[in-house]
């Protein structure tokens, strides 16, 4: 009987051949934390072991709160740097010209490679599963833990298929299909399982729309989310991999799944997350004209160099009509969108292009909303206070349907625009 | 055996609303945590809960971020159990290493009402309230060391001796 990737993956490095339900014991290939890691350093002197199992597998990434809004902030990242200097850890990035949002950096920098296990101490650690990890969100005393003894006891999973068949209509994008995956299956759809993607459209998807797909995985309490590594993939991983020893692993064709659900991506339209759940999908055209506030494109789901071309696709020449706030996803992103000239076609529209990093997505800085107020965001949560007020309202959305938002100040559908663009 | 108040949540209830992220990068002593348990969930819980009380919920608690402090407010504010028809698998990993009682009952609805008193029997895996007897799972084999050493925390150090006494 065939295997899935989460039985492959965890049955190498259990080193011998699992099947779902069973329990294993493996050594991760990359362990990364944000400013939480200072809590983990608290939990890891509990332990009284001197050192990490082993510095090199270890990544810490400041993202959530820097630049600092706070001492406390500031105490956090230094907890951090400190332990970094101390245990001989390099695969640091702190507030510089290389940091990011750390799932965009665990891609971008190479640390997510196939058939790799990663683990983080964020839920969104997922995202890694677009370049072929086995990537997996975990709590922090469980890191210390990991820091001191070197290994991790995970169930292996069960495995959800999801196929993907045909092309988006124009204005239509991987973040609109990953909002109605996720109101179809709920908020705990993939509860403790695997999932999948297969089809042909899956293999057609850049690397940025997988990072969209796999980002929002956990949004429907999925263990991880990955997909086989594309061509696009595999040269990204050659060009930056941290580590050498990685080989592609995937499913089986007579690998057995739980579920399986088939989109054609044709019928995929502009959709939504209403608040205050991600699962509480609605189409764009329900909700047209709605009054917005303020629109968010940015974050670990919607940042990256494609997401903001396409928003200064539509805001180029015109002006924006509400607050709207750009994050790109990382400083590589911030950089290059910067010599591409869409940063200035995106200030020139009124928008405000904020430092790579959390604020506005964890609510921590950069774009709290005031009572009442109503923020359409590109980001992977509309929890109630997500965005650090519990009285506003959140509706997630592409960043297509977030610009044309922010152009008309209501929602907007972006398939008007993109029949008149012709994209 | 353990007996408490119940205070009564729906489905899905998330990480966000149970310790919210406005206070999750601050630094804060474990004992702090317990004042902002549940303050975005529209609940009188954040003003009123006593040590000892329950919760009783819905499928999915716990969903979201994978924030150890939704774990850590209820145990630091006293809640002597989380009954829930099921839970997200990062909550769940952390109720366990922080030593958080928590239990699976696929009629949790049905035990009580809010503000009604039920009472626990650990050993029997039995929920006992006016409206009768409710069983719920035991804890799985593979996480009995982690529940009986008293948490992730205990059980490292002893791993760590164990590995010592094998050198």
Sequence with gaps: MGKTFAEKVLGRAAGHEVSAGEIVIVRPDFCVSHENGAAVVKTFRKFGVPSVFDPSRIV????????????????????????????GITHYYDLNSCGGVCHQIMVQEGYALPGCIVL?????????????????GIGRSEMASVWAVGDIWLRVPETIKIVLK???RPGVSAKDLILRIVGDLRADGA????????????????????????????????????????????????????????????????????????????DIVPGLACPHTVDNYATVREHIGMPVDQVFIGA?????LEDLRLAAQVLRGRHVAVRTIIVPASCEIYRKALDDGILAELMDAGCVISHPGCGPCAGVMGGIL????????????????????????????????????????????????AKEARI | MIAGRVW?????????????????????????????ALEDADSAFNQE??????????????????????????????????????????????????????????????????????????ERCIIRSVHGEYRFQPYPAYVQGLVEAGGLIPYTIQRLREREGEK
């Excluded at chain 1, 706070?70 to 230094?78: E, F, I, L, M, P």
């Excluded at chain 1, 941290?242 to 054609?264: G, N, S």
Aim: glycine content about 8%; overall charge negative; proline content about 2%.
């Design chain 2, 8 to 36: 009564k949540f729906g489905d899905d209830v998330n990480t966000d609303v149970i310790f919210p992220g406005r206070y999750t990068y601050e630094p804060m002593s474990d004992e702090a945590m317990g004042k902002y």
């Design chain 1, 300 to 304: 670990c789901t919607n940042g990256r």
């Design chain 1, 370 to 417: 005031a009572d009442g107020e109503v923020c359409v965001s590109t980001a992977n949560r509309n929890f109630k206070g997500r965005m650090g007020n519990r009285e506003s309202f959140i509706y997630l959305a592409s960043p297509l349907t977030a610009a044309c938002t922010a152009l008309n100040g209501a929602l907007s559908d972006p398939t008007e625009w």
């Design chain 2, 49 to 122: 809960a006593k040590p000892g009380d329950i919760i009783i919920a819905g499928k999915n608690w716990g969903c979201g971020s994978s924030r150890e402090q939704a774990a850590k407010c209820l145990k630091e504010r006293g809640v002597a159990a989380v009954i829930a028809k099921g839970f997200a698998r990062i909550f769940y990993r952390n109720a366990l290493n922080e030593g958080l009682l928590i239990l699976v009952c696929s009629e949790a609805d049905q035990i009580a009402q809010e503000g009604e008193s039920i009472s626990v029997d650990t």
């Design chain 1, 166 to 168: 045909g092309s988006f």
């Design chain 1, 120 to 136: 983080g101490t964020d839920s969104h650690t997922c995202t890694s599963g677009a370049a072929g990890a086995f990537a997996v």
């Design chain 1, 60 to 87: 810490l990434v400041m993202d959530h709160t820097v630049p600092a809004a706070t001492a406390g902030n500031a105490n956090s990242q230094k907890t951090v740097r400190d332990f970094t200097h101390e245990q």
């Design chain 1, 191 to 266: 509860d403790y399982k695997s999932v999948e993607f297969h089809g042909d459209a899956a293999d057609r998807l850049c690397l940025a729309e997988r990072m969209t797909l796999c980002n929002m995985g956990i949004e429907m309490g999925a263990k991880n989310a990955v997909f086989k590594p594309s061509e696009e993939v595999l040269v990204h991983a050659r060009a930056r991999a941290k580590k050498e020893d990685w080989e592609v692993l995937w499913a089986d064709e007579d690998a057995v799944y739980c579920r399986e659900f088939v989109y054609q991506l044709e």
